[in-house]
């Protein structure tokens, strides 16, 4: 039996200088296909100012169009090396009419297509920044971005929308879309985000879109700048009350599928929104924190994920209970399986209540049944709302929860006005104001 060992071409780039050019961009870049003597070489259409700037087959920064000749090289690279491997096993010789008819077809390729693959977003966003500081991408004007813009603005929303890359999935060109906004707002409400922050968010995103368009010669064929609207300080969410929750605690699951896993889930679920408050992604890491004894309890100790904040959170009865179920083994499913089980295991357990958002003259604006608005972060919104309607202080809860204002601490809670009214009214100040119908003796 004989074997036929395919010897993949090599495809490589390199510079030129055109012979008697007057013009600056006196450099041509070409790429070369083959090995040893047996090369095809062919201009790729892109120009430098000079050799010394191409190094490793990349434009170094130093040049204007760096990153878009770049992105332009390692697309080019990729399609070549796929489509020649694909001709030679099927027995294709590749010769210099070949390799033309591949860099036309390059050409007329989609361009979303060519980088769904390529693009990353969160890198091109850090390019921007790094780019904007050097003084090296300049405003219309001619003027330097500041750096409260670029590493302010532009770099929290690459944290923002890193984080939800490693949370869902890769931005791509051509997903940048009604839907991709969609997901972001949700994404958003779940790590719990005021709106406030979330409108500033949007705005810079909606900014980069048409600076990555203008520097970069991006296109973003499904954007559309007007589906992308701030969102609205009226949102739909719920939180469960102390009672829902140990009505899910009990909850009967076994008629689901792969209940047991459910189970865990509820009841991880369920310890986060009584005790500790936690987002997911610090719940997950819960077995690596240290705990330390008190006096007659144990609190759990651990840096938030988000912020950066030592948290020192108490552990009730109920948390031990659940951990030794468990065998103190916090072992989740992925965050987006948890938010799917949830509301499956809030379904099964009897939550179809119907909640409504009304606007001031009492016409509903959404509506949604409750277990389709419970989510992973439920739980932490539920464990704020609760301490806050039992009457604990605002900053000791804030001290459990992590939020670091009082303003996205009250935003984020599901409290109406009528309740906060009720809580006034139970305070010391209010009853010492109605005690008496004198008003000389309500004076301190």
């Known amino acids: 039996m004989i074997l036929s060992i395919i010897i993949t071409m090599k495809v490589v780039f390199y510079t030129r200088d055109i012979k008697g050019a007057k013009e600056k961009n006196n450099v041509l870049i070409y790429v070369r296909v083959g090995n040893g003597s047996d090369r095809i070489r062919r201009a790729t259409g892109k120009h430098i100012s000079t050799s010394k700037n191409f190094i490793n087959e990349s434009v170094r920064k130093s040049e204007s169009n760096a ?47 060519r980088k769904s693959d390529l693009f990353d977003f969160c890198s091109l966003i850090g390019e921007f920044i790094e780019l904007g500081v050097e003084g090296k991408i300049k405003q219309k004007n001619g003027e330097k971005f500041s750096k409260k813009t670029l590493l302010g603005g532009y770099g929290n929303l690459r944290n923002h929308i890193c984080a939800f890359e490693n949370e869902n999935r890769k931005i791509k060109a051509n997903k940048v879309d009604y839907k991709l906004y969609q997901d972001l707002l949700f994404y958003f409400d779940e790590v719990g985000l005021d709106k406030t922050s979330q409108g500033r968010i949007i705005k810079d995103f909606k900014s980069y879109i048409n600076k990555a368009e203008l520097y970069f010669n991006i296109k973003f064929d499904n954007y ?110 992925s965050d987006q399986k948890c938010n799917e089980y949830i509301k499956e295991i809030c379904k099964e357990a009897g939550f179809t209540k119907t909640v409504e958002l009304k606007s001031n003259k009492g016409e509903v604006i959404k509506s ?58 139970q305070t010391d100040y209010f009853k010492l104001m109605t005690a008496t119908a004198n008003p000389e003796l309500r004076i301190a």
């Open 67 to 113: 990153l878009e000749i770049n992105y332009y090289l390692k697309s080019l690279k990729q399609y070549l090396e796929t489509e020649i491997y694909k001709l030679q096993n099927n027995g294709d010789s590749i010769n210099g009419s070949v390799v033309d008819k591949l860099l036309e077809n390059f050409k007329h390729t989609p361009q979303e297509k």
């Open 368 to 425: 949604a049944k409750k277990y389709e608005l419970t989510s992973n972060h439920t739980a932490r919104r539920s464990f704020c709302t609760n301490a806050y309607k039992d009457g604990i202080d605002t900053l000791l809860i804030m001290s459990i929860s992590g939020h670091t204002t009082i303003d996205s601490f009250l935003d984020y809670i599901k409290v109406t006005k009528e309740e906060f009214a009720d809580r006034f009214a």
């Open 224 to 333: 559309k700048s007007d589906l992308f609207v701030k969102p609205s300080s009226e949102s739909l969410n719920t939180y469960y009350t102390k009672a829902e929750l140990f009505k899910l605690l009990k909850a009967d699951l076994s008629n689901l599928d792969n209940y047991i896993t459910k189970e865990k889930v509820r009841d991880f679920f369920v310890m986060n929104a009584l005790t500790f408050g936690m987002r997911i992604s610090d719940l997950k890491n819960f077995n690596k924190y240290d705990q330390k004894k008190k006096d007659g309890y144990n609190v759990v100790i651990y840096k938030q994920q988000k912020t950066g904040a030592e948290v020192y959170a108490p552990i009730t009865e109920l948390a031990k209970d659940i951990l030794n179920k468990y065998d103190n083994n916090v072992d989740l499913p």
